[in-house]
Protein backbone atom coordinates (compact mmCIF):
# COMPACT_ATOMS: atom_id res chain seq x y z
CA UNK A 1 0.00 0.00 0.00
CA UNK A 2 2.99 2.58 0.82
CA UNK A 3 4.27 2.17 -2.66
CA UNK A 4 1.37 3.14 -4.37
CA UNK A 5 -0.86 4.36 -2.42
CA UNK A 6 -4.20 5.88 -3.64
CA UNK A 7 -2.78 7.25 -6.62
CA UNK A 8 -1.99 3.26 -7.82
CA UNK A 9 -5.34 2.81 -6.81
CA UNK A 10 -6.72 4.98 -9.21
CA UNK A 11 -4.00 4.24 -12.00
CA UNK A 12 -5.55 0.58 -11.84
CA UNK A 13 -9.23 1.44 -12.48
CA UNK A 14 -10.65 0.04 -9.60
CA UNK A 15 -14.08 0.19 -9.71
CA UNK A 16 -14.88 0.31 -5.73
CA UNK A 17 -12.66 1.18 -3.12
CA UNK A 18 -10.47 -1.48 -0.90
CA UNK A 19 -12.29 -2.04 2.57
CA UNK A 20 -9.51 -0.04 4.45
CA UNK A 21 -10.80 2.81 3.04
CA UNK A 22 -14.56 2.84 4.07
CA UNK A 23 -15.91 5.33 6.63
CA UNK A 24 -18.93 3.69 8.63
CA UNK A 25 -19.24 7.05 10.35
CA UNK A 26 -19.31 8.92 7.11
CA UNK A 27 -21.67 6.41 5.78
CA UNK A 28 -23.99 6.76 8.68
CA UNK A 29 -23.94 10.73 8.58
CA UNK A 30 -24.77 10.68 5.05
CA UNK A 31 -27.92 8.39 5.53
CA UNK A 32 -28.95 10.46 8.24
CA UNK A 33 -28.80 13.29 5.81
CA UNK A 34 -31.20 11.46 3.40
CA UNK A 35 -33.42 10.65 5.59
CA UNK A 36 -33.89 14.29 7.35
CA UNK A 37 -34.83 15.60 3.95
CA UNK A 38 -38.20 13.37 3.34
CA UNK A 39 -39.98 15.41 5.71
CA UNK A 40 -39.20 18.62 4.32
CA UNK A 41 -39.82 16.95 0.80
CA UNK A 42 -43.46 15.72 2.24
CA UNK A 43 -43.90 18.93 3.58
CA UNK A 44 -42.89 20.96 0.11
CA UNK A 45 -45.18 18.45 -1.66
CA UNK A 46 -47.95 18.85 0.58
CA UNK A 47 -47.88 22.66 0.92
CA UNK A 48 -46.42 23.00 -2.94
CA UNK A 49 -46.81 20.70 -5.08
CA UNK A 50 -43.31 20.91 -6.18
CA UNK A 51 -39.50 20.54 -4.78
CA UNK A 52 -36.31 21.53 -6.35
CA UNK A 53 -33.23 19.11 -6.29
CA UNK A 54 -29.56 19.22 -6.28
CA UNK A 55 -27.11 16.19 -6.07
CA UNK A 56 -28.94 13.92 -8.16
CA UNK A 57 -26.50 12.09 -10.02
CA UNK A 58 -27.00 13.46 -13.15
CA UNK A 59 -23.82 15.71 -13.96
CA UNK A 60 -24.09 19.36 -14.70
CA UNK A 61 -22.33 18.33 -18.16
CA UNK A 62 -25.20 16.41 -18.99
CA UNK A 63 -27.76 19.05 -18.06
CA UNK A 64 -25.80 21.98 -19.35
CA UNK A 65 -25.61 20.32 -22.95
CA UNK A 66 -29.19 19.26 -22.49
CA UNK A 67 -29.74 22.44 -22.68
CA UNK A 68 -27.43 23.89 -25.45
CA UNK A 69 -28.66 21.19 -27.32
CA UNK A 70 -32.67 22.11 -27.57
CA UNK A 71 -31.23 25.32 -28.28
CA UNK A 72 -29.18 24.29 -31.09
CA UNK A 73 -32.39 22.79 -32.66
CA UNK A 74 -34.13 25.59 -32.65
CA UNK A 75 -32.14 27.92 -33.84
CA UNK A 76 -31.44 25.93 -36.56
CA UNK A 77 -33.26 27.17 -40.20
CA UNK A 78 -36.78 26.93 -40.79
CA UNK A 79 -35.66 23.76 -43.75
CA UNK A 80 -33.34 21.70 -41.14
CA UNK A 81 -36.80 21.88 -38.65
CA UNK A 82 -39.54 21.64 -41.27
CA UNK A 83 -39.21 17.87 -41.46
CA UNK A 84 -40.23 17.60 -37.92
CA UNK A 85 -42.98 20.29 -38.15
CA UNK A 86 -46.47 18.89 -37.31
CA UNK A 87 -48.32 20.12 -40.19
CA UNK A 88 -45.82 18.47 -42.56
CA UNK A 89 -45.18 14.93 -41.17
CA UNK A 90 -45.85 12.24 -38.78
CA UNK A 91 -42.50 12.07 -36.82
CA UNK A 92 -41.21 10.58 -33.33
CA UNK A 93 -40.31 14.38 -32.76
CA UNK A 94 -42.66 16.87 -33.46
CA UNK A 95 -42.44 20.42 -33.29
CA UNK A 96 -44.36 22.95 -33.35
CA UNK A 97 -45.46 26.42 -31.89
CA UNK A 98 -48.82 26.40 -30.04
CA UNK A 99 -50.15 22.72 -30.20
CA UNK A 100 -53.48 24.17 -28.90
CA UNK A 101 -53.82 27.36 -30.79
CA UNK A 102 -57.80 26.76 -31.48
CA UNK A 103 -58.82 26.32 -28.09
CA UNK A 104 -56.46 28.03 -25.82
CA UNK A 105 -57.50 31.40 -24.99
CA UNK A 106 -54.65 32.95 -26.38
CA UNK A 107 -51.35 31.67 -28.09
CA UNK A 108 -48.05 31.25 -25.92
CA UNK A 109 -44.67 33.32 -27.07
CA UNK A 110 -42.90 29.91 -27.67
CA UNK A 111 -41.77 26.71 -29.89
CA UNK A 112 -41.63 23.68 -28.71
CA UNK A 113 -40.35 19.41 -29.86
CA UNK A 114 -41.85 16.59 -28.29
CA UNK A 115 -41.11 13.43 -27.97
CA UNK A 116 -42.25 10.02 -26.58
CA UNK A 117 -38.95 8.38 -25.50
CA UNK A 118 -40.20 5.45 -23.48
CA UNK A 119 -41.07 2.78 -23.62
CA UNK A 120 -40.76 3.09 -27.11
CA UNK A 121 -37.65 5.27 -27.54
CA UNK A 122 -37.04 6.61 -31.08
CA UNK A 123 -33.85 5.17 -33.34
CA UNK A 124 -31.15 7.40 -33.14
CA UNK A 125 -31.73 8.03 -37.11
CA UNK A 126 -35.14 9.53 -36.14
CA UNK A 127 -33.90 12.36 -33.54
CA UNK A 128 -32.69 15.65 -34.53
CA UNK A 129 -29.07 15.20 -35.46
CA UNK A 130 -27.79 18.54 -33.76
CA UNK A 131 -29.34 17.37 -30.51
CA UNK A 132 -29.43 13.34 -30.78
CA UNK A 133 -27.32 12.20 -28.69
CA UNK A 134 -27.89 14.16 -25.49
CA UNK A 135 -31.48 13.54 -26.06
CA UNK A 136 -30.61 9.57 -25.79
CA UNK A 137 -28.41 10.50 -22.78
CA UNK A 138 -30.61 13.02 -20.67
CA UNK A 139 -33.72 10.25 -21.28
CA UNK A 140 -31.80 7.40 -20.05
CA UNK A 141 -30.81 9.31 -17.04
CA UNK A 142 -34.34 10.73 -16.69
CA UNK A 143 -35.90 7.12 -16.24
CA UNK A 144 -33.33 5.91 -13.71
CA UNK A 145 -33.84 9.19 -11.30
CA UNK A 146 -37.54 7.47 -12.28
CA UNK A 147 -36.44 4.73 -10.18
CA UNK A 148 -35.12 6.73 -7.45
CA UNK A 149 -39.06 8.31 -6.77
CA UNK A 150 -40.25 4.51 -6.36
CA UNK A 151 -41.95 5.24 -9.61
CA UNK A 152 -41.65 1.85 -11.11
CA UNK A 153 -42.93 0.25 -8.41
CA UNK A 154 -46.09 1.94 -8.78
CA UNK A 155 -46.75 1.59 -12.04
CA UNK A 156 -45.67 5.58 -12.74
CA UNK A 157 -42.53 5.51 -14.45
CA UNK A 158 -42.86 3.52 -17.69
CA UNK A 159 -43.76 6.22 -20.22
CA UNK A 160 -41.20 9.25 -20.45
CA UNK A 161 -42.87 12.21 -22.93
CA UNK A 162 -39.85 15.13 -23.27
CA UNK A 163 -40.63 18.34 -24.38
CA UNK A 164 -38.54 21.16 -25.42
CA UNK A 165 -39.62 24.50 -25.02
CA UNK A 166 -37.66 27.39 -26.66
CA UNK A 167 -39.05 31.23 -25.76
CA UNK A 168 -37.59 33.46 -27.81
CA UNK A 169 -37.33 37.38 -26.79
CA UNK A 170 -40.60 39.22 -26.87
CA UNK A 171 -40.89 43.25 -27.66
CA UNK A 172 -44.10 43.16 -25.20
CA UNK A 173 -43.27 40.49 -22.12
CA UNK A 174 -46.45 42.26 -20.27
CA UNK A 175 -48.71 41.15 -22.99
CA UNK A 176 -48.44 37.59 -23.50
CA UNK A 177 -46.97 34.36 -21.74
CA UNK A 178 -44.30 31.90 -22.62
CA UNK A 179 -46.37 29.16 -21.25
CA UNK A 180 -50.00 29.65 -19.84
CA UNK A 181 -51.36 29.01 -16.49
CA UNK A 182 -51.53 25.24 -16.21
CA UNK A 183 -51.27 21.62 -14.62
CA UNK A 184 -49.43 18.83 -16.66
CA UNK A 185 -50.62 15.78 -17.34
CA UNK A 186 -48.56 12.30 -15.68
CA UNK A 187 -47.58 11.54 -12.17
CA UNK A 188 -44.42 13.11 -12.01
CA UNK A 189 -43.15 16.16 -14.07
CA UNK A 190 -39.17 17.23 -13.60
CA UNK A 191 -38.66 20.50 -15.48
CA UNK A 192 -34.61 21.86 -16.24
CA UNK A 193 -34.51 25.11 -17.10
CA UNK A 194 -31.56 27.48 -17.89
CA UNK A 195 -30.29 30.48 -15.69
CA UNK A 196 -33.31 32.98 -17.66
CA UNK A 197 -35.58 31.81 -14.59
CA UNK A 198 -39.20 33.07 -15.56
CA UNK A 199 -40.78 30.28 -14.21
CA UNK A 200 -43.67 30.51 -11.53
CA UNK A 201 -45.87 28.28 -9.42
CA UNK A 202 -49.56 29.02 -7.94
CA UNK A 203 -49.54 29.52 -4.25
CA UNK A 204 -52.43 30.94 -2.33
CA UNK A 205 -54.06 32.79 -5.39
CA UNK A 206 -50.85 34.29 -6.10
CA UNK A 207 -47.80 33.68 -8.41
CA UNK A 208 -44.38 33.15 -7.16
CA UNK A 209 -40.88 33.06 -8.80
CA UNK A 210 -39.29 29.69 -8.85
CA UNK A 211 -35.45 30.50 -8.09
CA UNK A 212 -33.27 28.71 -11.04
CA UNK A 213 -30.81 26.77 -9.75
CA UNK A 214 -27.43 26.03 -11.73
CA UNK A 215 -28.04 22.07 -11.91
CA UNK A 216 -31.03 22.16 -10.10
CA UNK A 217 -33.78 20.41 -11.18
CA UNK A 218 -37.66 20.84 -10.35
CA UNK A 219 -40.09 18.50 -9.29
CA UNK A 220 -44.13 18.91 -9.81
CA UNK A 221 -46.83 16.40 -9.02
CA UNK A 222 -48.50 16.83 -12.41
CA UNK A 223 -52.42 16.95 -12.62
CA UNK A 224 -53.22 16.60 -8.46
CA UNK A 225 -51.39 19.79 -7.34
CA UNK A 226 -49.31 22.41 -9.11
CA UNK A 227 -50.33 25.35 -11.35
CA UNK A 228 -47.63 26.74 -12.90
CA UNK A 229 -46.77 29.09 -15.88
CA UNK A 230 -43.93 30.32 -17.80
CA UNK A 231 -43.38 34.18 -18.49
CA UNK A 232 -42.47 36.02 -21.47
CA UNK A 233 -39.11 37.92 -21.12
CA UNK A 234 -37.76 40.74 -23.43
CA UNK A 235 -34.28 39.32 -22.92
CA UNK A 236 -33.89 35.76 -24.54
CA UNK A 237 -33.76 32.92 -25.23
CA UNK A 238 -34.84 30.90 -22.41
CA UNK A 239 -34.72 27.41 -22.53
CA UNK A 240 -36.92 24.75 -20.26
CA UNK A 241 -36.77 20.99 -20.88
CA UNK A 242 -40.04 18.82 -19.00
CA UNK A 243 -39.77 15.25 -18.41
CA UNK A 244 -43.36 13.57 -17.90
CA UNK A 245 -43.20 10.62 -15.96
CA UNK A 246 -46.54 8.68 -16.99
CA UNK A 247 -47.95 5.03 -16.97
CA UNK A 248 -47.22 3.00 -19.51
CA UNK A 249 -48.33 3.44 -23.03
CA UNK A 250 -48.12 0.90 -26.09
CA UNK A 251 -46.03 2.12 -29.32
CA UNK A 252 -49.38 1.82 -31.06
CA UNK A 253 -50.76 4.30 -28.56
CA UNK A 254 -48.21 6.62 -28.48
CA UNK A 255 -48.27 6.88 -32.14
CA UNK A 256 -52.03 7.42 -32.36
CA UNK A 257 -51.93 10.08 -29.84
CA UNK A 258 -48.95 11.69 -31.60
CA UNK A 259 -47.36 12.34 -28.64
Keep these: MAETGVKGLVDSSLSKIPTIFINQQYKLERNNNILDHKPRIGEACEKWGLFQVINHGIPLT ?6 DGIGRFHEQDKEAKKEFDSRYNSRKVIYNSNFDLYVAEAANWRYT ?53 YYPPCPEPDMTLGTGSHTDSGFFTVLLQDQMGRLQVLQQNQWLDVKSIHGGLVVNLGDMIVNYRVLANIKGPKILIASFFRTYLNCRTIQYFKL
Design 113 to 165: WRSAMAPCQPLPQELPTVCRDIMIEYSNRMMKLGQTFYLKDIGCGEGLLMVGH
Design 62 to 67: TLDEMI
